[in-house]
């Protein structure tokens, strides 16, 4: 069965760059059937789609971080990264990483997340 | 992309039904079948209970439906139970801007 763990700091600095791996096992990274996503939750708010990256490197974004967010997918490692630069507070939230059905679009196996808090 | 409007709260009694409503528009919920539902226990991960609009993954009761009319999908706890207390969000595909998915701003059920 898949499973998805989260690991990354806690705590980041205001304009520093937040980064977060997720270890996929009990399934391929590497599969065409699943795209590996990135979601958010700040304090007291509701869900928010960061992005989504797919084995070959393509890559799609939630257009209001703009420039400052980026995936990868490590297939030899079966990981996959989260790298969102310049936080600010607003970027303080539980951040889960997701398995998503590439063609029927849902978020199938989530982590157990992880909360990051963004200090000033 | 502006999130789906869900009521902020909906309760019930056990043994009841509710309904939980989800409006979005052409460009999402009314442009695909690729809704789905989310059920949130705080401090615990987020559970798939309802994709494409009306399936259910295995393991989730039969008590757990969905449908969808237009620019609204809904999803139907029948037979309410305690355990069903916990935050609930819904979710499309959408290709309006490039494409992503959109959540629901959540609702929150109280039993």
């Known amino acids: 069965q898949l499973q998805l763990q989260e690991s990354g700091p806690g705590l980041v600095k205001a304009s520093d760059t937040l980064s977060l791996t997720c270890t996929v096992s009990?399934?391929?990274?590497?599969?065409?059937?699943?795209?590996w996503g990135w979601i958010r939750q700040p304090p007291g708010k509701g869900l928010a789609w960061i992005g989504s990256?797919?084995?070959?490197?393509?890559?799609y974004y939630n257009p209001s971080l703009g420039s400052r967010v980026t995936m990868s997918v490590d297939t030899s490692k079966k990981q996959f990264s989260l790298r969102l630069s310049s936080v600010t507070a607003a970027d303080t939230a539980v951040y889960y990483c997701?398995?998503?059905?590439?063609?029927?679009?849902?978020?199938?196996?989530w982590g157990k997340g992880t909360a990051v808090a963004v200090s000033s | 992309q502006s999130a789906l409007t869900q009521p902020a709260s909906v309760s019930g009694s056990p043994g009841q039904s509710i309904t939980i409503s989800c409006t979005g528009t052409?460009?999402?919920?009314?442009?695909?079948?690729?809704v789905s539902w989310y059920q949130h226990h705080p401090g615990k991960a987020p559970r798939l209970m309802i994709y494409?609009?009306?399936n259910r993954p295995s393991g989730v009761s039969n008590r757990f439906s969905g449908s969808k009319s237009g620019n609204t999908a809904s999803l139907t706890i029948s037979s309410l139970q305690a355990e069903d207390e916990a935050d609930y969000y819904c979710?499309?595909?959408?290709?309006?801007?490039?494409?992503?998915?959109?959540f629901g701003t959540g609702t929150k059920v109280t039993v």
């Open positions: 997701v398995c998503l059905m590439a063609y029927s679009h849902y978020m199938d196996v």
């Open positions: 009990g399934g391929s990274i590497s599969s065409s059937t699943y795209y």
């Open positions: 990256a797919y084995y070959d490197g393509s890559t």
């Open positions: 052409s460009s999402d919920i009314g442009g695909y079948n690729f």
């Open positions: 494409e609009v009306r």
């Open positions: 979710s499309s595909y959408t290709t309006s801007i490039t494409p992503l998915y959109v």
